[in-house]
């Protein structure tokens, strides 16, 4: 997930202009990677969160005995379980980001 500078870099702009720090580049509102040309001319700032989301084993189905067991229909009941659990504890989290006034 992308997110906002951290607050200790965003509260100080004096690091910002030594170096030409650039912030990441968007389009309509969507983060995308910055061109070549301006990755060999300038240093960018990417904030990304890393989340470790353990999903607790009660949240999925229990493994199938074979191939011939409902094998689809309970690999979409493992998805669902995870998406539900990533819902729980990311939504708020993305929320909170979303809720944020745009830096710069």
Do not use: C
Request: charged share 20%.
């Amino acid at each position: 997930m992308v997110s906002p500078l951290p607050a200790a870099l965003s509260a100080s702009k004096a690091w910002w202009h030594d170096r030409g720090w650039q912030d990441w580049p968007q389009v309509l509102g969507q983060f995308v990677e910055p061109a070549q040309r301006d990755l060999a001319k300038y240093p960018f700032v990417r904030p990304v969160l890393h989340l470790d989301v353990p999903v607790p084993l009660d949240a999925l189905p229990a493994t199938p005995d074979g191939p011939d067991d409902a094998l689809g229909a309970t690999a979409q009941r493992a998805l669902a379980g995870v998406v539900r659990e990533l819902n729980r504890i990311v939504g708020p989290i993305v929320a909170q980001l979303d809720s944020l006034p745009p830096s710069g």
